[in-house]
T-cell receptor, first 113, second 112 residues
Framework: KQEVTQIPAALSVPEGENLVLNCSFT??????LQWFRQDPGKGLTSLLL?????REQTSGRLNASLDKSSGRSTLYIAASQPGDSATYLC????????????FGQGTELSVKP | DAMVIQNPRYQVTQFGKPVTLSCSQT?????MYWYQQKSSQAPKLLFH???????NEADTPDNFQSRRPNTSFCFLDIRSPGLGDAAMYLC???????????FGPGTRLTVT
């Protein structure tokens, strides 16, 4: 059964820092992996989707990498801003569980001005 | 803009009183999902529809039902809400299974 772990659980950084959020998963049989952002009390906003055949995907200041064989993904945020403060969730789309998104617990990010 | 819409955004119901949450989409996607997210927890899939085919997760309580009358709309019915059903309910869509999922803003359910 797929298990997803995100480290760290919480992170507080000063504005302008570059930072890395980590996601690990136990079963490499995945279709793809999505990174989401969730603001308090809100729904999920899809940030990036990496197909299982890709190693990297970029959108603006965000860059996500995927190493399927080792069960790892990272989300890199460049030049962080206070507006980036949110919880970031990673979710591989699991092949062996019928294409189900399996979510990690998230990393709560706080960017201080 | 094409999007996923959930109504209401906030719903208060009494213990045991049936409640229905609504999701609609303008993306014309084939698949619609319902997730439950309790406070400080990861979202958990309850069930999904691929077109008209209903797929229930094994651990979804019988208290939770769903209807999809057409491509655009999907409903979550909670027959007898308990205090433990208080959560954020998230609707999502994808063009096909195993494709990118797009989420609505969620409905926060409170049970009194």
């Amino acid at each position: 059964k797929q298990e997803v772990t995100q480290i760290p659980a919480a992170l507080s950084v000063p504005e302008g820092e570059n930072l890395v959020l980590n996601c690990s998963f136990t079963d490499s049989a995945i279709y793809n992996l999505q990174w989401f952002r969730q603001d308090p009390g809100k729904g999920l906003t899809s940030l990036l989707l990496i197909q299982s055949s890709q190693r990297e995907q970029t959108s603006g200041r965000l860059n996500a990498s995927l190493d399927k064989s080792s069960g790892r993904s990272t989300l890199y945020i460049a030049a962080s801003q206070p507006g980036d403060s949110a919880t970031y969730l990673c979710a591989p789309l699991d092949y062996n569980q019928g294409g189900k998104l399996i979510f990690g617990q998230g990393t709560e990010l706080s960017v201080k001005p | 803009d094409a999007m996923v819409i959930q109504n209401p955004r906030y719903q208060v119901t009494q213990f045991g009183k049936p409640v229905t949450l609504s999701c609609s989409q303008t993306l014309n996607h084939n698949v619609m999902y319902w997730y439950q997210q309790k406070s400080s927890q990861a979202p958990k899939l309850l069930f999904h529809y691929y077109d008209k085919d209903f797929n229930n997760e094994a651990d979804t309580p019988d208290n939770f039902q769903s209807r999809r009358p057409n491509t655009s709309f999907c409903f979550l019915d909670i027959r007898s809400p308990g205090l433990g059903d208080a959560a954020m309910y998230l609707c999502a869509t994808s063009v096909r299974a195993a494709y990118e999922q797009y989420f609505g803003p969620g409905t926060r359910l409170t049970v009194t």
